[in-house]
Nanobody, 116 residues
Framework: VQLVESGGGLVQPGGSLRLSCAAS????????MSWYRQAPGKERELVAR????????HYADSVKDRFTISRDDAKNTVYLQMNSLKPEDTAVYYC??????????WGQGTQVTVSS
């Protein structure tokens, strides 16, 4: 099983980034896919989740109306489009796959830094 994130980097406040997470080794379409983040000195928090079939999503209040999660089951990939980025969005972003309520698989993380 592999989850490989990409797309992180340094961006100015107000800018945008698109994270990708390519999955392999499990039946991607049967899993809910999530993005989490962890800032220095803080606990890991759920940012967004998309359930199987892609019709239902959930967002943390702090990112609603700025971030969009989506999935492409044909490519076994989940995306996180991040707009209007703020310095407080700076964190390592992880993708995770959950068959039921808890994450079964995690990626290695990608750093997002929002700074001028």
């Amino acid at each position: 099983v592999q989850l490989v994130e990409s797309g992180g980097g340094l961006v100015q406040p107000g800018g945008s980034l698109r994270l990708s997470c390519a999955a392999s080794g499990f039946t991607f379409s049967s899993y809910a896919m999530s993005w989490y983040r962890q800032a220095p000195g803080k606990e890991r928090e759920l940012v967004a989740r998309v359930f199987s079939l892609g019709f239902t999503t959930h967002y943390a209040d702090s990112v609603k109306d700025r971030f969009t999660i989506s999935r492409d089951d044909a490519k076994n990939t989940v995306y996180l489009q991040m707009n209007s980025l703020k310095p407080e969005d700076t964190a390592v972003y992880y993708c995770a796959a959950a068959r039921y309520n808890t994450a079964d698989y995690w990626g290695q993380g990608t750093q997002v830094t929002v700074s001028s």
